[in-house]
């Protein structure tokens, strides 16, 4: 079955720029998305089909891929950024909807 | 703005049927642009697609669950339902129905709006 792979955790401080990366058999030839979810929150779209934002995300995130990768950047990251980051992209052998491991990032 | 509700018991032995109910509010379920998805989230761990609906019929499962789910719409009512049958202590999870906008191919859709969720537990 399809599998993407994330970072368990990042750390990054105030200010400074946190990639979080996704890996997965030829992901680049999908299309990925990525979900922000804070603790006790339900998840929150902020990229998809690769690099789009949704209205009202902040231009401080942005997405990338290509290759076996795909890669969330969060510029001049904020405290309130905290959370649980998770990838998604749809494996066209099984139909299956799969999402990544999910990375926590930590603003220190 | 478009809401989305879980409802459905906390609570469920295993061997039984699990069954929730997500009602759509501010806006209308048979959109033609839009599937409505249930995914599930095991305590501490990553999220789990189970299936995904349109408001003519149109259903997608994930094939490792296909055999015990069943996700059905309400046109009339403003919403979905999930029915998970034979649970076991595997299925406890927090359950979210989210919206899935489907415009281009399938590759291109995503979930661009979740409920709350609702938590469930299996156990005797």
């Known amino acids: 079955s399809y599998e993407l792979t994330q970072p368990p955790s990042v750390s990054v401080s105030p200010g400074q720029t946190a990639s979080i990366t996704c890996s997965g058999d030829k992901l680049g030839d999908k299309y990925a998305c990525w979900y922000q979810q804070k603790p006790g929150q339900s998840p929150v779209l902020v990229i998809y089909q690769d690099t789009k934002r949704p209205s009202g995300v902040p231009e401080r995130f942005s997405g990338s891929n290509s290759g076996n990768t795909a890669t969330l950047t969060i510029s001049g990251t904020q405290a309130m950024d905290e959370a649980d980051y998770f990838c998604?992209?749809?494996?066209?052998?099984?139909?299956?909807?799969?999402f990544g491991t999910g990375t926590k990032v930590t603003v220190l | 703005q478009l809401q989305l509700q879980e409802s459905g018991p906390g609570l469920v032995k295993p061997s039984e049927t699990l069954s929730l109910t997500c009602t759509v509010s501010g806006g209308s379920i048979s959109s033609s642009s839009y599937y409505w998805g249930w995914i599930r989230q095991p305590p501490g761990k990553g999220l789990e697609w189970i299936g995904s609906i349109h408001y003519s019929g149109s259903t997608y499962y994930n094939p490792s669950l296909k055999s015990r789910v069943t996700i059905s719409v309400d046109t009339s009512k403003n919403q979905c339902s999930l029915r998970l049958s034979s649970v076991t202590a595997a299925d406890t999870a927090v359950y979210y129905c989210a919206r899935q906008s489907s415009a281009g191919y399938r590759d291109r859709w995503y979930f661009d709006l979740w409920g709350r969720g609702t938590v469930v537990t299996v156990s005797s």
């Open positions: 998604q992209a749809w494996d066209s052998s099984t139909g299956l909807y799969v």
